[in-house]
C-alpha cells in the first residue's frame, strides 16, 4: 500500500496495489550486459517499478520514499528518484544507497547522469553538479528564471563533460559558452548523428540541430499541441517519432522529409516518454494514462503494431467486485469506461475487457470515429461466474442510459445483448428521462434483475436477452429503484427504492411476499448487500445508518450507527459474521453480527468509493477517489491470531502518516503483547482444573501394555560377535576395566518423598510424577505396593483441590488396574476408595449441569433467528 496507509487496524494490514504502471513522468531505459536484457524504470506515486522489456514482468518495486517522485535518471547500476529538494539513488531497484541533500532551496524536477557524475536542477534555476560515489557537490550553477528558466537536460554523444541546457525562454545552451535562439524548448534528444540534436517546441515545431555548427538542418511541425517526448529509430530507416498531449504519435522519415504514418490515442493522454530500443524494430512509450506499452514496426510503410502492454485504468475506479469462487481476479470499472480484470496472484492474468460501444457496425457504415460511440462510464455491474462458459456473465450499467449490456469475461468483449424496457411499458418521451439504477444476475447465471430510474423492475434471461417479466404493477417503487438482489435459490427478490420502502417478490409468479410486520426504515436507503448464505439483507440508509434484516423474519436484527459521511458501499465476510462498510469520512468499518458491535476501523487518506472481500475471505480490495489502483488489505486473522475488541460507536481513528506496513506490523505486535494474559494455574479453588501437562504424559497410561506390545521389535536385539577392540578403563596403579553404573531406579527417589504422601504433603511427589514420562510413571506405581493407601489419600487431595483433575482420574484407573485385589482386601483402601468415589460423583454431577447449560445454549444460539 502506497498512498493510502492504514493505521489504528488490528484486522487489516496493507498488501499491495494492483492496475498501477505509470504516471505523467517519462521512463527510463536500462540495458543489464549480464542478463542481456532491457529494463524500464516508471514512477508510480512515492515508488518506481522495474520491469523487462521482453515481456513486461514486473522485476521489482522500490522501497517507500517520503514524497512523490518528481522526476528519474538512470545509469548502469544506480536508479536516481528526486522527491521535492532530495535525491535518491536506489540500487537493485529497491534499496537506498545514497541521499543528496541540502543543496536545492525548491523542488528538483529535472535530473541527468554522466558517468559517476548527477545533475539536478530545480524551478529556482539552481543546477547542482554531484560526484555519485561520495555524495558531494561538484558544481555549483544558477539561473535566472526570469531569464532563463530550465526546462529540459540532455548530453550530446561523443562530447566530453558537454550538457545541454533548455529553456522555456525562447534560448538553449550548452557548454556554458554559445547561446543558440529557438522558440520555449519542451523536449531535446540526441540523434544518431553525431553533432546533431532534435529539439522539441512547446509551439508543435521540431527542430533538427547542429549543435557544433550552430544551424538548424531541418524542421518539422505537429498539429496537436505541444512535443512531450522525441525518439530516433537506430535499426535502418531513419524515422523520428515524436509525442503530443493528445496521446497520439507521429513518425517523420528524415531523408524524404515527410510524414511517414500516424498512431492515434496510442494513449488515452499525453505521451510522456518514447524510446526506440537501440538496433531493434521496438518503440517503447508510457503515457500518463496508467500505460506502458512496446510497439513493433515490422509492415511496410512505418506503420506500427502493439506487440505487448501493461495498462490500468486512466480514471479512477468507481466499482469493484470479485468475480468466481476462487477469490483471485477482481473485476473493476472506471470513469474512463473501461472494465478490466485484475488479478491477486500475478499480472499475467490481467485482462481488460475494452470499452464499450453504442454500435461498432455503424462505426463501419458511416464512417464515424470510434470515440464517437463510446459508452459512458460503468456505474453499477454483477457479475456471475456459473455459466459465464455458455453466454456473457456479466451486466453493467452506464451512467445515463437506459439500457443495460451484457459483457462476456472469458471472450474478453462486450457481449451481444442490449437489455432495453419494453416498449410497451415506457413510451419514448419518458425513454429518453429514464436511465438503469440496479441491477442483479442470480446465482444460476439465467436471468438478470434491473431496476430503472422510473421504479420499474424487470427480469431478463441472460441467454437470449429476452425481456421475462416484471414486477409491480406497473412498477416496483414509487420513485427509483436504488437496489436489488436475489437469494441463492431463485425464491425471493429484494428490491429497495427511493420511496423508503423494502419490498419482497416472488421470483417466479412475480407477486407480493412481504412479511406481515414490514421493517420500517427512517431514511431511505441508497443500497442494499445480501448474503445469501445466512440470509442476512444489509440496507444503508441515507441518514448514515447501517440496518441488517433476517429475510426469514423481515424483522430488524442489527442497527449500526457511526459513519459521519456518505456510505459508498457494503460487503459482507464469507461466512456472514461481519459487514464491512466504507465511507466519504474516510474510514473503513467492520461490524460484528453476532456481537452487535464494531470490531474494526481504520482511517484512509483518501475515502473509499467501492471496497470487495474475496470469497474465501483472504484479501479485502478498495478502490479510493482520485487514485488509479486497486489496493489489497490482507486479513491477518486468515494467518494469525486475532484479538478484537468492541469499539464504541463513535470510535475516530488517527491520521496515518505514510509509515510502512512493516512499522504498523510492529505496533500491532506491540499492542498484542501488552495484551497478553499469563493464566493462572487455577482460577477459582471450585472451579474444576485441567493439568498443563500434554496429553501423551497422560492418556495411554491405563493401555501403556498394549502400546508397548505393539511398539515391540519383530526381531529382538542380538548381542555382537566380539567385544571392542577399545575397552574402557579405570586410571591407577594396576589399571582395571570401567564397570557401568548401575541405574538409579526413580522407585528409591519416590521413597524417599514417601514422607510427605504420610504427612498430607503431596506437592513434591506429584511434581515427581508430572516430571516422568509415562513408562517412568508405570514404573513407579508398579513399586508402590506398600504405600497404596497413601497414593489414594493424594488422589484424593488433588479432587478435594480439583486440580489436575484429568491426570488425577489417569493416576487412578492405572492404580486400579495394577492393585485392584490388593486394595479390596484391605479395609483401610475401601473406606478411601469411597470417600473417592463421593467426591468424583459430586464433581461430575456439577460438571454435568454445566455441560447441558452450555449445550442448550449452543443449540439455541445455532438455531434460534436472532
Not at 531505459?29 to 517499478?49: D, I, P, S, W
Not at 531541418?218 to 496521446?247: H, K, Y
Request: proline share 5%; hydrophobic share 40%.
Amino acid at each position: 500500500m502506497l498512498a493510502h496507509e492504514v493505521t489504528g487496524s488490528s484486522l487489516f494490514s496493507g498488501f499491495r496495489a494492483l492496475g498501477l504502471y505509470s504516471n505523467h513522468l517519462p521512463h527510463v531505459l536500462r540495458y543489464h550486459a549480464r542478463h542481456r536484457e532491457f529494463y524500464v524504470t516508471t514512477a508510480v506515486g512515492n515508488r518506481f517499478h522495474t520491469y523487462n522489456v521482453k515481456k513486461l514482468g514486473i522485476i521489482a518495486v522500490s522501497n517507500a520514499l517520503p514524497g512523490d517522485i518528481s522526476c528519474l535518471a538512470a545509469d548502469r547500476m544506480l536508479v536516481f528518484a528526486a522527491v521535492g529538494r532530495d535525491v535518491y539513488a536506489f540500487a537493485r531497484n529497491k534499496e537506498i544507497v545514497h541521499h543528496y541533500s541540502h543543496a536545492h532551496a525548491s523542488d528538483v524536477h529535472l535530473l541527468l547522469v554522466l558517468g559517476d557524475t548527477l545533475v539536478s536542477a530545480d524551478h529556482d534555476g539552481l543546477l547542482v553538479v554531484w560526484d555519485v560515489p561520495t555524495q558531494e557537490e561538484y558544481l555549483r550553477l544558477t539561473f535566472d528564471p526570469a531569464t532563463f528558466d530550465l526546462s529540459a537536460l540532455a548530453h550530446p554523444s561523443t562530447y566530453l563533460n558537454k550538457v545541454l541546457l533548455g529553456s522555456s525562454q525562447v534560448n538553449f545552451r550548452y557548454n556554458y559558452t554559445r547561446v543558440c535562439r529557438f522558440y520555449k524548448k519542451q523536449f531535446s534528444a540526441q540523434s544518431p548523428a553525431v553533432d546533431v540534436m532534435g529539439v522539441g517546441l512547446s509551439s508543435g515545431r521540431i527542430l533538427l540541430h547542429d549543435i557544433r555548427a550552430d544551424k538548424t538542418l531541418m524542421s518539422f511541425s505537429q498539429d496537436w499541441g505541444p512535443v512531450t517526448t522525441l525518439s530516433f529509430r537506430t535499426d535502418g530507416p531513419p524515422i523520428m517519432a515524436a509525442g503530443g498531449p493528445g496521446g497520439h504519435m507521429a513518425f517523420w522519415d528524415l531523408e524524404s522529409r515527410r510524414l511517414v504514418t500516424q498512431l492515434r490515442h496510442a494513449h488515452r493522454s499525453a505521451v510522456a516518454g518514447a524510446t526506440f530500443l537501440p538496433s531493434q524494430q521496438l518503440l517503447l512509450t508510457n503515457g500518463a494514462d496508467n500505460a506502458l506499452k512496446v510497439w513493433v514496426f515490422e509492415q511496410e510503410g512505418g506503420v506500427a503494431r502493439l506487440l505487448r502492454s501493461r495498462q490500468g485504468h486512466s480514471a479512477p475506479p468507481t466499482t469493484i467486485r470479485h468475480h468466481g469462487n476462487a477469490g483471485r481476479d477482481i473485476l473493476s470499472a472506471g470513469q474512463d469506461g473501461t472494465l478490466q480484470s485484475f488479478s491477486s496472484v500475478h499480472e499475467r492474468f490481467n485482462k481488460s475487457l475494452g470499452h464499450g460501444s453504442a454500435n461498432k457496425k455503424m462505426t463501419k457504415k458511416k464512417g464515424l470515429k470510434f470515440e464517437e460511440i463510446l459508452l459512458p462510464p460503468i456505474t453499477c455491474f454483477s457479475s456471475e461466474s456459473a455459466r459465464e462458459g455458455d453466454w456473457d456473465g456479466v451486466v453493467a450499467l452506464h451512467r445515463g442510459e437506459a439500457a443495460a449490456r451484457t459483457w462476456n469475461y472469458q471472450r474478453c468483449t462486450m457481449g451481444k445483448h442490449r437489455l432495453a424496457p419494453p416498449a410497451d411499458r415506457l413510451d419514448n418521451a419518458r425513454l429518453s428521462n429514464v436511465h438503469t439504477t440496479a441491477v442483479d444476475i442470480t446465482s444460476c447465471g439465467n436471468f438478470v434483475l434491473i431496476g430503472w430510474s422510473s421504479g420499474h423492475l424487470d427480469v431478463y434471461n441472460l441467454q437470449s436477452g429476452i425481456h421475462r417479466g416484471h414486477y409491480g404493477n406497473p412498477t416496483a417503487h414509487v420513485g427509483a429503484v436504488r437496489g436489488v438482489c436475489v437469494d441463492g435459490l431463485n425464491q425471493r427478490v429484494f428490491s429497495v427504492g427511493a420511496d423508503c420502502l423494502l419490498r419482497a417478490w416472488r421470483f417466479k409468479t412475480r407477486s407480493h411476499d412481504d412479511p406481515a410486520h414490514p421493517p420500517k426504515l427512517d431514511s431511505a436507503p441508497s443500497m442494499l448487500r445480501l448474503h445469501r448464505d445466512s440470509g442476512m439483507l444489509a440496507l444503508a440508509l441515507d441518514d448514515l445508518t447501517l440496518v441488517v434484516i433476517d429475510t426469514e423474519t423481515g424483522r430488524v436484527v442489527r442497527k449500526f450507527l457511526g459513519h459521519s459521511g456518505k456510505i459508498n458501499d457494503l460487503t459482507f465476510s464469507p461466512d456472514g459474521r461481519w459487514l464491512i462498510s466504507a465511507s466519504m469520512d474516510c474510514t473503513i468499518r467492520t461490524w460484528d453480527l453476532p456481537s452487535g458491535c464494531m470490531v474494526d476501523c481504520f482511517l484512509c487518506e483518501t475515502a473509499a468509493v467501492s471496497v470487495s472481500l474475496s470469497p474465501i475471505g483472504d484479501f479485502l480490495s478498495s478502490a479510493h477517489v482520485d487514485s488509479l489502483g486497486i489496493y489489497l488489505w490482507s486479513n491477518k486473522s486468515i494467518y494469525s491470531l486475532v484479538s478484537l475488541r468492541p469499539l464504541p460507536a463513535d470510535y475516530q481513528p488517527v491520521t496515518g502518516h505514510g509509515e510502512s506496513c512493516v512499522t504498523l506490523g510492529d505496533e500491532d505486535e506491540d499492542q498484542m503483547a501488552s495484551a497478553c494474559w499469563d493464566s493462572q494455574e487455577q482460577l477459582e479453588r471450585h472451579l474444576v482444573t485441567m493439568t498443563s501437562l500434554p496429553e501423551s504424559r497422560w492418556r495411554n497410561l491405563f493401555n501403556l501394555d498394549v502400546v508397548k506390545r505393539r511398539n515391540q521389535p519383530q526381531q529382538p536385539p542380538q548381542r555382537p560377535a566380539a567385544a571392542p577392540y577399545f575397552l574402557p578403563t579405570v586410571s591407577g596403579l594396576q589399571p582395571s576395566f570401567q564397570t557401568p553404573e548401575a541405574p538409579v531406579n526413580q522407585v528409591l527417589s519416590y521413597y524417599y518423598h514417601s514422607w510427605n504422601i504420610v504427612t498430607a504433603s503431596y506437592v513434591a511427589p506429584l511434581a515427581l510424577l508430572k516430571s516422568l514420562g509415562p513408562s517412568a510413571v508405570d514404573l513407579e506405581l508398579r513399586g508402590l505396593s506398600p504405600d497404596l493407601v497413601a497414593f489414594l489419600q493424594m488422589l484424593e487431595a488433588m479432587l478435594e483441590e480439583r486440580r489436575d483433575f484429568d491426570l488425577a482420574q489417569a493416576y487412578l484407573a492405572l492404580l486400579l488396574k495394577l492393585y485392584l485385589r490388593p486394595l479390596s482386601a484391605d479395609p483401610l483402601a475401601v473406606a478411601t476408595l469411597q470417600r473417592l468415589l463421593g467426591r468424583l460423583e459430586t464433581i461430575w454431577a456439577e460438571l454435568r449441569v454445566s455441560f447441558d447449560q452450555s449445550l442448550c445454549l449452543l443449540t439455541y444460539t445455532k438455531t434460534a433467528l436472532l
